[in-house]
């Protein structure tokens, strides 16, 4: 008999030991009815899976970074970030709450969603069907010569289950990202100039506030500036040899001095006068001496009461007087004149404060006083004094005062020298510290100069940037593959869900035969009696059915075929009533066969 049975582990153990092809066919004829069931189910989901999955469409749009138009070595933009990096900013500007939802309300997308869920969760499923890919490829760096992949052109797409939605939203999105990267470079540009202007401005203020301090430096300081320096060292320099000639020409106008006063001492002011008899008219001096003479003649001759005698008398008494308040006057102005001398000589070797020098000073406001006084008592004196008649007297006289005024405007202008060379002395000396704060402020000005070329040059590169910016000659988006209607839908891909549901069913198929197997206890056929007992069996004969067995396999083969039946209707039935009607499903198998 081919039907068997045994204790079901040794059946188990016997079944793991089959290994030929016979006997896995045999297993499936066995098996065939949970096979078929099995691989029916199966094929059922499939199919409802192919013609109940919603077709979802995506529309894409291909944005390529076009390269400045200008080159850079004439127009540098001041945009320098890599071209991925802003395109990620761009991103995160454009997938704001604020957008998202300006577009779902504007489409009316998600209508269900809306009204079940929150914003976030409609925000996120938003997100969800929007997709973006970089395109990169391998250039050559300019700079370095060494290839790098940098990123060409980026694609932004959107799914929807109607593809006029994805269209218009995807040419939504591409459109936000041309705007936003024309507007963010704008503004980056704008930004950029605008700030470099402002610097300019603050820059150029404290040039002003700096030039002003500095020229009111060198006006405070205009004899002690560094430039001057040389010239007051050459002007001190020659005031010192003004000096020495003034002591010079002071010294040799003493000399001369005292050489003219030796003449005069030895002239007498009053010249010789002479009568019409052609007698000398003598001076009082002389006329004094001639009286003595005649006196001492007459008084030897006559006696004390004689007229002549007596007149003479008389009048030597009163020649006597003038005689004598004239010698006295020239002997003071003799005197008076030789202490100037000395004095003048006396300041060439010694200070003010030297006792020779104060004595002198003394000695002269003494006789100034004297001969003043002299001259009041005597009027005669002081105009025979005052008006000498003498031409020798009066030459030699005349060439003293001229030297005396040359001695004084030499003594003068010695003062003023001297002055004026201590004050280039104190110039000279502050200097230093003048040249210090001069060069601080000029270095200061200098530096904030240099720093205003250097800010103005960045504001008019700034300045041709944002014009190239808003020419839209630099680095641009240009949409080169708009988002179109799709034609085909993007998912499902219901080829590729035939042949994995076809694969899948089969091999759910076959596990359902093996576990079938596993839990059948019998033996089938010769091997596998061979194999228990390790004895070959004398005959074989074949199972003999009888007519209750056929009746139950009868049965259960309608039983099948009812169930399976009954399966398929209550699906074309759920699947006509809940999702689409048969014919619309009809029409739509029949127009993707025929595309």
């Not at 009533?577 to 198998?589: C, E, N, S």
Request: charged fraction near 25%.
């Amino acid at each position: 008999m081919e039907r068997s049975t045994a204790h079901p582990l040794n059946a188990i153990h016997v079944k793991t030991q089959i290994k030929n092809l016979g006997d896995h066919l045999n297993a499936v004829r066995r098996r065939r009815g949970p096979l078929i069931l099995s691989i029916f189910i199966g094929l059922v989901i499939v199919g409802a899976a192919v013609l109940l999955w919603p077709p979802t469409f995506q529309s894409t749009g291909t944005v390529l970074i076009e390269q400045q138009e200008v080159p850079t070595d004439l127009v540098r933009s001041t945009i320098t970030s890599f071209a991925d990096q802003r395109i990620q900013v761009i991103t995160q500007r454009v997938m704001t709450v604020e957008n998202l939802i300006r577009i779902v309300q504007r489409y009316d997308l998600y209508p269900d969603l809306r009204k079940k869920k929150t914003r976030e969760v409609v925000i996120a499923r938003m997100r969800q069907d929007v997709g973006f890919e970089m395109i990169s490829a391998n250039v050559i760096d300019p700079r370095a010569g060494v290839p790098i992949k940098a990123t060409i052109a980026f694609t932004v797409s959107y799914s929807n289950r109607s593809p006029e939605i994805a269209a218009r939203v995807a040419n939504e999105l591409v459109s936000l990202y041309l705007q936003e990267n024309m507007d963010s470079r704008k503004q980056h540009a704008v930004g950029a100039t605008k700030f470099l202007t402002d610097q300019a401005d603050l820059l150029e203020k404290e040039i002003a506030e700096l030039a002003g301090k500095l020229a009111d430096f060198k006006e405070r300081n205009a004899d002690n500036l560094p430039q001057v320096l040389d010239l007051n060292r050459t002007i001190m320099n020659r005031s010192q040899d003004e000096m020495q000639e003034i002591d010079a020409r002071v010294r040799s106008i003493d000399q001369q001095l005292t050489y003219l006063d030796a003449q005069l001492a030895q002239i007498n002011p009053v010249a010789q006068v002479y009568t019409s008899t052609g007698e000398r008219v003598m001076s009082p001096s002389d006329r004094l001496k001639y009286l003595r003479t005649e006196y001492v003649r007459a008084s030897a001759l006559y006696s004390p009461t004689h007229p002549d005698v007596v007149r003479l008398k008389n009048e030597m008494a009163g020649m006597e007087k003038t005689a004598s308040a004239a010698d006295a006057v020239n002997d003071l102005q003799r005197q008076l004149e030789d202490a100037k001398t000395q004095l003048a000589s006396a300041k060439e070797h010694y200070a003010a404060t030297h006792p020779d020098v104060v004595r002198l000073e003394q000695l002269i406001a003494g006789l100034n006083k004297q001969l003043t006084d002299a001259l009041k008592n005597d009027a005669s004196a002081k105009k025979e004094t005052e008006e000498p008649d003498n031409p020798a007297y009066i030459t030699i006289k005349s060439q003293r005062e001229a030297s005396m005024n040359e001695r004084t405007s030499l003594l003068i202008k010695r003062k003023e020298t001297e002055a004026r060379m201590r004050e280039y002395e104190k110039r000279i000396a502050g200097a230093p510290g003048v040249e210090r704060e001069y060069m601080q402020l000029a270095g200061d000005l200098d530096n904030t100069q240099l720093k205003y070329q250097q800010v103005r040059q960045k504001q008019m590169e700034a300045q041709q940037s944002q014009n190239l910016e808003e020419d839209r000659k630099g680095e641009h988006f240009t949409l080169i593959e708009p988002p179109l209607v799709p034609q085909e839908p993007a998912s499902p891909n219901r080829a590729l869900i035939v042949i994995m549901g076809v694969v899948l069913t089969l091999a759910f198929g076959a596990g359902v035969v093996v576990l079938c197997e596993m839990l059948d206890g019998s033996l089938h056929g010769k091997y596998e009696v061979e194999a228990l007992l390790s004895v070959a069996p004398l005959a074989v004969l074949p199972y003999m059915e009888n007519s209750d067995e056929r009746v139950a396999r009868a049965r259960t083969r309608r039983y099948s075929i009812a169930g399976a039946t009954a399966a398929m209707v209550i699906a074309i039935t759920l699947i006509h009533f809940l999702y689409r009607p048969l014919d619309v499903l009809w029409q739509v198998a029949l127009r993707r066969l025929s595309g």
